[in-house]
């Protein structure tokens, strides 16, 4: 099982990060050791001081894919969930001023939480997925997936392009705008729609 996330899928949360608008989807991976999964409490690390919360959906392949063409990628996913790409803000930061790879800041341990998954057929069309997240029951990140820049079956037929997809691998689609800090005590709540779909504590 493998991990891949989408990096600046939203315009407003390339505009408040101050990055360019990418031409492709931009894609980097967690190890399985990132997961946080069935509510566990986020623990801060302590090698950087900053980190952020950038709340995600997320889908599971159910079947084997390479080279997927986009007419066909809705065939490889039937479900979708809510995680939170967990940023080691000031050490990527650090990292990119150097030119070097800031796996260290997004792939450490606990920084990919996953919430249970619901089926994609509850939904209209997967290009109008509401979600959001609330710190202390105060709405932090809201955003749908019609503004996405690049659409869930777009995404997928990209990265089968490099990486085989297998039954259980899971894709995080990208953060909207209004990732922030976290800190201990801190209570983050996950949505989709109206529905809650994880409730955890910083710690």
Wanted: proline share 4%; net charge neutral; charged share 25%.
């Amino acid at each position: 099982m493998k991990i891949l996330c989408v990096g600046r899928n939203y315009v407003e949360h390339i505009e408040e990060l101050n990055n360019t608008k990418p031409s492709e989807p931009v894609i980097f991976a967690k190890p399985d050791s990132a997961l946080l999964l069935k509510n566990k409490p986020f623990f801060i690390p302590d090698f950087a001081a900053e980190f952020h919360h950038e709340v995600e959906l997320v889908i599971r392949i159910n079947r084997i894919g390479k080279n997927i063409a986009p007419q066909f990628a809705h065939r490889y996913y039937d479900e979708v969930g809510l995680g939170i790409d967990f940023t080691a803000r000031d050490l990527q930061a650090k990292l990119k001023s150097k030119g070097l790879p800031w796996e260290k800041a997004k792939a450490f341990d606990g920084s990919a939480v996953l919430s249970r998954f619901v089926d994609k057929a509850q939904f209209a069309a997967m290009n109008d997925i509401n979600f959001s997240l609330t710190k202390n029951d105060e709405t932090v990140q809201k955003g749908n997936s019609g503004q996405m820049i690049f659409s869930i079956d777009e995404i997928i037929a990209h990265v089968s392009q490099f990486f085989t997809m297998k039954i259980g691998d899971l894709i995080y689609t990208g953060t909207p705008a209004g990732v922030g800090p976290v800190a201990i005590n801190d209570r983050l709540k996950g949505y989709i729609g109206d529905e809650l779909m994880f409730d955890f504590l910083v710690k």
